[in-house]
C-alpha cells in the first residue's frame, strides 16, 4: 500500500519510501525498492511507486522506453510520457483487471528538474492519470499520506539542506511504518541533484546521487534512539503547557460563567422588582392579605 515522501530543497530533492509490498488477498508481505531512475537524454528522473505494484511496474518500465534519448527541455516533456505511460498501460486491461486495479489503487510520485527548477508530482493511476504538481515544498502518496502530511507540516521549513530534509524523511517514514497497517520494511531514501555537464558550454541537468541504504538504516538508528531518550521530557514539557494553558484558560472560562450566572440572577431581580411596582396583588373583600 505504501508510503512516498517527496521534499524540495535548495540543493536537491528528496524522495522516499517504504518497502513493504502486501498482498491484500493473502495477507502476506514483501519487500522491494520502490523508488525507480528513468534516464532521458542526458537527465534522470525519479518514480516512486505506491498501491498495486502489478500496474505500477508496468508503467515505469513503459515510461524507461519512451524516454530514451529525449531531452527535458519542459516540464511538458515529462509530464506527457508520464501520462502516455499510465495510458497505454492501462488500455490492455480486461474488465476484471480494471476492477482488481481500481480496487487496490496506484499511485507515483515523480521529481525531477527543467532548466535548474525543481519539480515534484503525484498522480493517480486509476482516476484522470494526470500529473498534479505540488503546491508546497513537500508531497505524499500511499495510504499512509494522511499522517505523514500532518508530520511534514510539523517539521518541514523553506531553506532547509538536504542533509536535514533526508533525516526528516527517514524519520516520517518510520513513524508511519510504526502506525500504518499495510506500511514497514527498510526506508528507501533517493535524492536528486543538478550536475553540470561540459558540451558547447556548461549546463546542468538534474541526476540521481547516491545515498547509501547503509547510510539510511544507520540514521534512522540514531534518530529513534534519540527519539525515544528524550520522548520522556519532551511529554513532560508538553504536559507542562497543557496544564498552565489548561487550567488558565478552564480558570477563565469558569470567571466568565459565574458572571454570566450573576448577571442572570440580577436581570431575574430587576425584572421581579419591576412586575411588583407595575402589578401590585390586589386584596378582595372577605379576603385577607395573609
Given at each position: 500500500m505504501s508510503i512516498l515522501i517527496g521534499i524540495i530543497c535548495p540543493d536537491g530533492i528528496i524522495v522516499a519510501s517504504d518497502s513493504q509490498v502486501t498482498d491484500p488477498y493473502q495477507g502476506?508481505?514483501?519487500?522491494?525498492?520502490?523508488?525507480?531512475?528513468v534516464s532521458f537524454n542526458i537527465d534522470e528522473i525519479l518514480?516512486?511507486?505506491?498501491?498495486?505494484?502489478?500496474?505500477?511496474?508496468?508503467?515505469?518500465?513503459?515510461m524507461q522506453a519512451k524516454s530514451k534519448g529525449i531531452k527535458i527541455t519542459n516540464h511538458q516533456i515529462v509530464s506527457k510520457i508520464v501520462e502516455d505511460s499510465i495510458r497505454e498501460s492501462k488500455q490492455d486491461l480486461d474488465e476484471d483487471q480494471k476492477k482488481y486495479v481500481e480496487q487496490n489503487g496506484a499511485e507515483l510520485m515523480v521529481a525531477f528538474y527543467v532548466n535548474g527548477t525543481p519539480y515534484l508530482h503525484t498522480?493517480?493511476?486509476?482516476?484522470?492519470?494526470?500529473?498534479?504538481?505540488?503546491?508546497?515544498?513537500?508531497?505524499?502518496?500511499?495510504?499512509?499520506?494522511?499522517?505523514?502530511?500532518?508530520?511534514?507540516?510539523?517539521?518541514?521549513?523553506p531553506k532547509?539542506?538536504?542533509?536535514?530534509?533526508?533525516a526528516t524523511s527517514i524519520f516520517v517514514i518510520k513513524k508511519v511504518n510504526d502506525n500504518t497497517k499495510f506500511c514497514g520494511?527498510?526506508?528507501?531514501?533517493?535524492?536528486?541533484?543538478?550536475?553540470?555537464?561540459?558540451n558547447w558550454d556548461t549546463q546542468y541537468v538534474g541526476k540521481v546521487l547516491d545515498t547509501p541504504q547503509k547510510f539510511v538504516n544507520l540514521t534512522e538508528k540514531k534518530l529513534m534512539k534519540e527519539y525515544e531518550n528524550t520522548k520522556k521530557s519532551r511529554n513532560k514539557r508538553v504536559r507542562a503547557i497543557l496544564q498552565n494553558v489548561g487550567a488558565k484558560v478552564w480558570a477563565e472560562h469558569l470567571k466568565k460563567v459565574k458572571a454570566e450566572l450573576k448577571a442572570e440572577e440580577e436581570e431575574e431581580n430587576r425584572n421581579r422588582a419591576h412586575a411588583a411596582i407595575h402589578n401590585p396583588v390586589t386584596v378582595g373583600v372577605g379576603e385577607s392579605s395573609s
Open positions: 502476506t508481505f514483501s519487500y522491494t525498492n520502490k523508488i525507480s531512475t518514480v516512486a511507486q505506491a498501491g498495486l505494484s502489478s500496474i505500477t511496474n508496468r508503467i515505469v518500465e513503459t498522480v493517480n493511476v486509476i482516476g484522470s492519470g494526470i500529473l498534479e504538481p505540488s503546491t508546497k515544498l513537500f508531497a505524499t502518496a500511499g495510504i499512509g499520506s494522511y499522517l505523514a502530511n500532518y508530520l511534514l507540516r510539523e517539521f518541514v521549513e532547509e539542506g538536504v542533509e536535514l530534509a533526508i520494511g527498510e526506508t528507501n531514501v533517493k535524492r536528486m541533484g543538478l550536475v553540470p555537464v561540459y
